[in-house]
Antibody, heavy 121, light 107 residues
Framework: QVQLVQSGDEVKQPGASVKVSCKAS????????INWVRQAPGQGLEWMGR????????NYERKFQGRVTMTTDTSTSTAYMELRSLRSDDTAFYYC??????????????WGQGTLVTVSS | EVVMTQSPAPLSVSPGERATLSCRAS??????LAWYQQKPGQAPRLLIY???TRATGIPARFSGSGSGTEFTLTISSLQSEDFAVYYC?????????FGPGTKVDLK
């Protein structure tokens, strides 16, 4: 079955960077894009951006541009999201989510289990 | 950016009752609207896309309707496993945006 497994929870100091991984299985990795969505504790969902696993093209939400980099490694079917210059308000669960339908951008399914990134001094 | 709003917040329902959730977009998004369900401690799950098409494996008691700026998710007969937070999301234009969610809890 299609599955996305994310790396473990992280604790970072303000100003540091974090890199979250998302390992895919059960489908042809390069055929679908990977999206990143975050959720502050007890809050709603915020789309951060998308990367095409086919050609590496990225689309970032404007508020994250300059601070986020999304990459993929097709040899290991893994997507990565790096967020730099962390602030306390970056404390959130970070989810990867595959494009739900082949060649259809904007729908997310399935999702990874989430990675909690805590930013604290 | 398209701003999504949802009502009511929250919605208290008894098992077996019908639940009707609303979502509004700040501009027309045609039928490019999805609904997700999120249970505590879990990732969201896609329920509905294209405003009215159920995703694979989603029970028939979930239905969606609407187009343009006004949308509705209906759960015809609420089951115990349906108590959760429901988010609408538009995918008509970048950036993709979510509503704030409607929590469906036990009356």
């Amino acid at each position: 079955q299609v599955q996305l497994v994310q790396s473990g929870d992280e604790v970072k100091q303000p100003g540091a960077s974090v890199k979250v991984s998302c390992k895919a299985s059960g489908y042809t990795f390069a055929s679908y894009g990977i999206n990143w969505v975050r959720q502050a504790p007890g809050q709603g969902l915020e789309w951060m951006g998308r990367i095409s696993a086919y050609n590496g093209d990225t689309n970032y939400e404007r508020k994250f541009q300059g601070r986020v980099t999304m990459t993929t490694d097709t040899s290991t079917s893994t997507a990565y999201m790096e967020l730099r210059s962390l602030r306390s308000d970056d404390t959130a669960f970070y989810y990867c989510a595959r494009d739900a339908i082949l060649r259809y951008i904007g729908l997310f399914d399935p999702w990874g289990q989430g990675t909690l990134v805590t930013v604290s001094s | 950016e398209v701003v999504m709003t949802q009502s009511p917040a929250p919605l208290s329902v008894s098992p077996g009752e019908r639940a009707t959730l609303s979502c509004r977009a700040s501009q027309s998004i045609s039928s490019n609207l999805a609904w997700y369900q999120q249970k505590p401690g879990q990732a969201p799950r896609l329920l509905i896309y294209g405003a009215s098409t159920r995703a694979t494996g989603i029970p028939a008691r979930f239905s969606g309707s609407g187009s343009g700026t006004e949308f509705t998710l209906t759960i015809s007969s609420l089951q115990s496993e349906d108590f959760a937070v429901y988010y609408c999301q538009q995918y008509s234009t970048w950036p993709f945006t979510f509503g704030p969610g409607t929590k469906v809890d036990l009356k």
